[in-house]
């Protein structure tokens, strides 16, 4: 009697995979994916072909990668905007029931930077300040609802002393204006402040992470959580595809990713763009999401950023 032969699993991949990047070229998100491009074909076997879609905060580009086939020819550069929009009520889907992580890349935190010639030597110098000369203390970040808003808006809510938000449109823009006076904190990522430590304009006095950072420019900077607070937050950039993909097919992929993020290359680089790498694989992936999706859900509740939204809806 002849045993019927089982088809051959096809053979994936055997074309160039799309990667959906949610922000404008350039972007830290562009530039990780642009990073993945360069060693693809040693390790997935075929080119990524790198296609921004920029616009509504990361929704559009996320919306597009859900509704892309599950067949491992389209994937996305992922970030924690995927948990935060559906939460301000500026997105189709709910990302976190529709996206599935393929591998968490890089983190980034929050960096509290001033002037360098502010007399505060640490967070508890700040909060002194700001309760005995009430309305003088401004803090800047990157837009209503962003990480950098989310992360001033805890700080003022853990010294039970109201700050000032002022909204800007990027990290560039925000620490202009604390050179210039027009605001006392800024909230940024460390690479936008790093150039500034170095020639002694800024002054950093708190990082948004459990643990100092390895990078000698921030290695003397304590955590908010070493001064009494505790305000630990994370942005993370990653690889995410749509829901179903076949299990041999999810398995390529995140192998071929793990393999690149390994590299000395894209670590040498992911650091000198002020990144932290922050490999996770698609199990711990999920549960990044699910616990940042907790967590978050409740502190823009909290600070009031998910009210301030709704209002400016109105």
Same mark, same amino acid.
């Given at each position: 009697?002849?045993?019927?032969?089982?088809?051959?699993?096809?053979?994936?991949?055997?074309?160039?995979?799309?990667?959906?990047?949610? #922000?404008?070229?350039?972007?830290?998100?562009?530039?990780?994916?642009?990073?993945?491009?360069?060693?693809?074909?040693?390790?997935?076997?075929?080119?990524?072909?790198?296609?921004?879609?920029?616009?509504? !905060?990361?929704?559009?580009?996320?919306?597009?990668?859900?509704? !892309?086939?599950?067949? %491992?020819?389209?994937?996305?550069?992922?970030?924690?905007?995927?948990?935060?929009?559906?939460?301000?009520?500026?997105?189709?889907?709910?990302?976190?029931? !529709?996206?599935?992580?393929?591998?968490?890349?890089?983190?980034?935190?929050?960096?509290?930077?001033?002037?360098?010639?502010?007399?505060?030597?640490?967070?508890?110098?700040?909060?002194?300040?700001?309760?005995?000369?009430?309305?003088?203390?401004? #803090?800047?970040?990157?837009?209503?609802?962003?990480?950098?808003?989310?992360?001033?808006?805890?700080?003022?809510?853990?010294? %039970?002393?109201?700050?000032?938000?002022?909204?800007?449109?990027?990290?560039?823009?925000?620490?202009?204006?604390?050179?210039?006076?027009?605001?006392?904190?800024?909230?940024?990522?460390?690479?936008? !402040?790093?150039?500034?430590?170095?020639?002694?304009?800024?002054?950093?006095?708190?990082?948004?992470?459990?643990?100092?950072?390895?990078?000698?420019?921030?290695?003397?900077?304590?955590?908010?959580?070493?001064?009494?607070?505790?305000?630990?937050?994370?942005?993370?950039?990653?690889?995410?595809?749509?829901?179903?993909?076949?299990?041999?097919?999810?398995?390529?992929?995140?192998?071929?990713?793990?393999?690149?993020?390994?590299?000395?290359? #894209?670590?040498?680089?992911?650091?000198?763009?002020?990144?932290?790498?922050? #490999?996770?694989?698609?199990?711990?992936?999920?549960?990044?999401?699910?616990?940042?999706?907790?967590?978050?859900?409740?502190?823009?509740?909290?600070?009031?950023?998910?009210?301030?939204?709704?209002?400016?809806?109105?």
């Amino acid at each position: 009697m002849q045993t019927a032969k089982v088809p051959d699993t096809p053979k994936y991949p055997d074309r160039p995979i799309t990667v959906i990047v949610p #922000f404008s070229a350039g972007s830290g998100p562009d530039l990780i994916a642009r990073l993945l491009e360069k060693a693809a074909m040693q390790h997935l076997g075929q080119p990524l072909v790198v296609v921004n879609k920029p616009g509504g !905060a990361g929704s559009l580009g996320f919306n597009e990668l859900v509704a !892309a086939a599950p067949d %491992g020819y389209t994937i996305g550069i992922s970030s924690v905007e995927l948990i935060l929009n559906p939460l301000y009520g500026s997105s189709k889907y709910n990302y976190l029931s !529709a996206l599935e992580p393929l591998a968490q890349a890089t983190s980034s935190i929050s960096v509290l930077v001033i002037q360098a010639n502010q007399p505060w030597n640490n967070v508890k110098d700040v909060i002194d300040y700001g309760e005995t000369n009430s309305g003088k203390l401004k #803090f800047g970040h990157q837009g209503i609802g962003s990480f950098s808003h989310i992360v001033g808006e805890t700080f003022s809510l853990a010294a %039970g002393s109201h700050l000032e938000q002022v909204p800007f449109r990027g990290g560039g823009e925000t620490i202009a204006a604390l050179l210039g006076g027009h605001i006392q904190i800024a909230f940024v990522s460390p690479a936008m !402040a790093k150039e500034h430590l170095k020639n002694g304009t800024l002054r950093a006095l708190a990082v948004s992470d459990n643990q100092r950072l390895n990078d000698p420019v921030f290695a003397q900077v304590p955590t908010f959580k070493e001064q009494g607070y505790d305000i630990v937050f994370n942005s993370w950039f990653g690889i995410a595809s749509p829901k179903e993909l076949p299990p041999h097919i999810k398995n390529k992929l995140a192998e071929g990713l793990k393999s690149i993020i390994a590299t000395p290359e #894209f670590q040498k680089s992911v650091e000198a763009m002020g990144y932290q790498l922050d #490999f996770a694989g698609p199990k711990e992936a999920t549960a990044k999401w699910q616990d940042d999706s907790k967590k978050l859900t409740k502190t823009v509740r909290d600070t009031g950023i998910l009210e301030l939204i709704k209002t400016q809806k109105q």
